[in-house]
């Protein structure tokens, strides 16, 4: 038997969603329109965090960092897919694999462990409203973030070096819109073995350790719930948990169903579908989920919105009291 054709190598071939042309042309479009409305919602959301005193709180805090990694988390794949559907080369250098896959993997740990510290801090407003000051003080909160980011990366960086540190082979075309690990080692010709026990454990603990978290937090808080004898103090407290949920529901579901398995043809072949949900329109809604469920978000927009038009009326008015004087 000859041996694997090992070859050096300096870039990769994305095979991406379909081959057709017209179809392509569509995608584009729709794709293009999704992460506008993804990054418009996301930096109107931070700004609006930033800007309104009212949302100054630690929920809104880590909803900042929640909105700031989404649009990192679609920046970092959508504009080099948008740039394929246009292009008959899909290529990716190997640099530029490297840092997708860095990238990908560190953000959706990080956001992982931000839905952990959402669902910490619901625990606490809920449970110890008399010390939410304290526990959840502005040293913490800011604390807790820069675990979820350390933790991310350190992980996307050991993970994604293993996955580099194997050799290729063959037609090296990864059967996925970017640079993800399950596609990757089907392209290996050397022992994956390592590789695919790092990424199992990294993913199970990742997935189990946040989610037994989140689990725990909404024990306590639903115990602390029904604790409560008006049906109204009931459901203001639940409510401040829904959008969390709902976000949470989609976010872990379709990760679940992509990388809590072993890889191969028919699972790269259903992981780029679900890919589609986590990568492209979770981000998006996000944003929408959080401010359409919540009265001191749609409040501050509508402050912005006033703010704004008086701002453009005050112009409007200096502008023809200078064009008066001129007369």
Known sequence: MSP?????VTEFILLGLTDDRVLKKILFGVFLV???ITLAG???MIVLIKTNSHLQTPMYFFLSHLSFVDICYSSNITPNMLSNFLSDQKTISYAGCFSQCLLFIALVI???YIFASMALDRYVAICSPLHYSTRMSEDICMSLVIICYGFGFLNGLSQTLLTFHLSFCGALEINHFYCADPPLLMLACSDTYVKKMAMF????????SSLFIILLSYLFIIAAILR????????????TCGSHLTTVTLFYGTL??????????K???ESKIIAVFYTFLSPMLNPMIYSLRNTHVIHAMKQMIKGNLFFHNAVQTSVKLKITKCF
Not at 4 to 8: E, K, R, V
Not at 230 to 236: P, V
């Open 256 to 265: 679940f169903c992509m990388y809590l398995r072993p890889p191969s043809e």
């Open 42 to 44: 996301n930096l109107c």
């Open 201 to 208: 454990v990294v993913a199970g603990f990742t997935f189990s």
């Open 34 to 36: 999704i992460y506008l």
């Open 228 to 239: 409560i004898h008006s049906a109204e103090g009931r459901h203001k407290a639940f409510s």
């Open 4 to 8: 694997p054709n090992y070859t050096i």
């Open 110 to 112: 990080t956001e992982f």
């Open 267 to 269: 699972s790269v072949e």
